[in-house]
């Protein structure tokens, strides 16, 4: 519209400028009447008939050079549409409603359709991506698209045609909505991007996991045989994608394949996993590999770096599976088996001795488990806070809500005097932080869910004891991290690493009591998850004072909690004849309704023929679910489809807006998807 005005301006301008001119002339003539009257006569007549000629002039040209502007506009208008006709673009016309108006040449080649024939389909029958909310946004809209065997990048512009030829005119509801659309072909070009990616290099990684334990199993003459085996067994599987393999250490592999044959390996679901657990010469141990690869980078040393990150991934969650990191993003193939559980503590030693030194240099401890602390993270907790006061330190539990979970284990401390600033809440240790102090977090690795995430960012010195196994959410800014997901338990990591101080942190009883209770409850009293060094972290807290029987009665069960457990065995299913759902309505006047679902699943899971049990209970419109399992089903994996933890016999989720209904059927569909393809 603008531009309309500006050339109506310029045309008027032309035209009335000869008749201004004119009548200024005719002043100047008028003026110099009175000097020269014979001349000044003279200039009035011939100014007078200028003037008589150019207004004649200007009332016949005037329909010409509209009739000519006409046609000259109406030619333009040809010239575009026979234009947009013959345009090498698909290009189209839409009302509001996605019902198609006009289309070009292309467009009707582009869908195959006859140029003689009527559109009376919408748009959305040829190309289903394009929604009625993408054809109501205003301004423009690009997406890619998919049509026959070619790639398009479409762009959408909606527009006003009342605003186009009526000025000053607001859009309002019923006006003419005109929507124009252009396809271009982007086929050629997603293929050469394809291409290059497909040509990128990515680095692999492959681990032993219990290459000591599998020697230790088996005759030494048989060493160099396996060895061999396992050799041939790895080569042979990477040559099927033209990687290159160099053998690093005796358990350590580095592999270099190119990025296209990314999508094979998945296909094959990385298959080699099962071919090692195969591998026998008389070993009593099965072999168990791990894999972490890193893609997704231009630079192939980032690739490697991906590469290393990942394999961490794998192995901090109890290795038997693969971890391919892209970019930022984590996957997690295999994993099924639980592990097998590592007999040296070559690896608790030296946590111990680097825990030691980070301690030395600090003043304050501040020690924090996941929200809603349970035995473990509070029993764990206490032993950090032991060691800490053994080191002449100033140490802090950080608990915010002391749950019937921990509340007879924390009433064993209130008799003395000893722990009387011990437990601190999130508010009070925020303000306990300085430049010396220690943040030492304990059975939990996920930032979200601890205690206290504000410190996480405040301390610079963080430390992670914890047996969950590891997922995409992890505590990044650790300065010393130990993750072993073999453990039945952080008190039984906690009582190894104690035992290895060189300055002996001496227990007393009540937290010998505390960390023997935290071991109690996670492997359910010594059936889950339990291994040598379970026992002889257990043996060790005996030795230190801890009391069996004292334990016992801490967590011995009201009459209400009991009638809770009845109700959810009998509200108990079965599914595929080896899982078993249930729910638990909790009491009102229960605080911990978690640790009832927790005790239920265990029990289920004494069904003959039960492999593992999912029980749910809702607190506050927040659905919690406890899995356990038993033989070789991993629940840690099955939890991970709805974003929850653990390892590999427990584990749980927390889910908001959502019912146990839609969570059980979304199990159900989870659960027969996973056993047909195999993953448990």
Known sequence: ????????????????????????????????????????????????????????????????????????????????????????????????????????????????????????????????????????????????????????????????????????????????????????????????????????????????????????????????????????????????????????????????????????????????????????VGNEIRITLSMGIGAGSDSFNESYENARVAIGLALGRGGDQVAVKYGEQVSYFGGKSAGTEKTTRVKARVKAHAFEELLENKEKVIIMGHKRPDADAFGSAVGIYRLAVTLGKKAYIVINEVTSAIKPVINSFKGSNIYGDMIVTSEQAIHLVDANTLLAVVDVNRPSITECEELLSMVNTVVVFDHHRQSNEVISNATLSYIEPFASSACEMVAEILQYINEKPKIRPVEADAMYAGILIDTDNFLTKTGVRTFEAASYLRKCGADVTRVRKMFRSNLSELKERAQGINNAETYMDIFALSYVTPDDASDAPTVVAAKVANELLNVEGIKASFVVTEVEGVLYVSARSVDDVNVQVIMEKFNGGGHANVAGVQLEGKTKEMFFMELKETLSRMYAEGEI
């Open 1 to 280: 519209m603008n531009e309309e005005k500006a050339l109506k301006h310029k045309l008027y301008t032309l035209i009335v400028l000869p008749i201004v001119l004119a009548l200024l002339l005719l002043f100047v003539c008028v003026t110099s009447f009175g000097i020269d009257s014979r001349e000044g006569v003279i200039g009035i007549v011939i100014i007078a008939l200028y003037l008589l000629l150019v207004v004649i002039s200007y009332f016949r040209l005037k329909p010409l050079i509209n009739s000519t502007l006409i046609n000259y506009s109406l030619e333009q208008g040809k010239i575009q549409k026979e234009l947009l006709k013959d345009l090498a673009v698909p290009y189209l016309l839409l009302d509001e409603n996605g019902k198609i108006m006009w289309a070009n040449h292309k467009f009707y080649e582009t869908i195959g359709v006859s140029e003689n024939k009527r559109f009376r389909k919408s748009i959305d029958s040829y190309f289903p991506e394009i929604t009625p909310e993408i054809l109501q946004s205003s301004g423009e809209t690009s997406m890619d698209i998919e049509y026959g065997e070619k790639c398009y990048n479409l762009m959408i512009k909606r527009t006003d045609l009342s605003n186009v030829f009526e000025e000053e005119t607001e859009e309002e509801k019923g006006d003419d909505i005109v929507v124009a659309m252009y396809l271009f072909d982007v086929t050629e070009l997603k293929h050469y991007m394809q291409e290059n990616a497909d040509q990128k290099l990515v680095a692999g990684l492959v681990y032993i996991d219990n290459y000591d334990e599998v020697m230790d199993s088996l005759e030494e003459v048989k060493h160099s045989v396996l060895t061999a085996l396992v050799d041939r067994k790895i080569n042979m599987y990477l040559a099927n994608i033209d990687a290159i393999t160099k053998k690093l250490e005796n358990d350590k592999y580095l592999f270099v394949f190119r990025q296209k044959f990314m999508q094979t390996l998945k296909d094959d679901k990385f298959s080699l996993l099962d071919d090692a657990k195969n591998i026998n």
